[in-house]
């Protein structure tokens, strides 16, 4: 399966009122980042063992280890949880701008450096969250 084929069925195999939220979020970075580069991690490593939740995801950028290897990723992530979803903006350098600058506007959200995090999507501002999401990928230049 490509990528949207199995973002399809990752969203198809969520519970109802989670499935509907997803959905939304995803045809919403779909229209902010229309040539975006889609990606699925089921959230297993090579074993096959569940180390995280399944993440859907947008964009790219390229992580640089300790080590000096790299490898390209998505940039924005989409992840459903127990608790509710969790927007990752990943390759920001200051880990300090995502809550300076949108903790006390986006709603009831937990923002830290790399991800805004919420329990239903009707509980943070859209526009607010477009912006942090259009925002990081300005900022690492990278769709």
Request: hydrophobic share 35%; proline share 3%; aromatic share 8%.
């Amino acid at each position: 399966m490509n990528a949207e084929e199995q973002i399809a069925s990752h969203i198809a195999g969520l519970a109802n009122e989670k499935r509907a939220e997803v959905q939304e979020l995803h045809t919403l970075i779909l229209q902010w980042l229309p040539a975006t580069k889609l990606w699925f991690d089921d959230g297993k490593n090579e074993d096959g063992k569940t180390v995280t939740n399944p993440t859907i995801g947008y964009g790219s950028h390229i992580i640089k280890y300790a080590d000096g290897k790299t490898k390209e990723f998505f940039q924005i992530g989409v992840s459903a949880n127990k608790s509710g979803i969790s927007v990752y903006i990943l390759g920001i350098p200051d880990k300090n701008y995502l809550p300076q600058t949108y903790k006390q506007i986006i709603g009831k959200a937990t923002v830290t450096g790399y991800c805004i995090k919420f329990n239903k999507l009707k509980n943070v501002n859209i526009n607010v969250l477009e912006d942090a999401i259009l925002n990081g990928v300005k900022i690492t230049g990278k769709s």
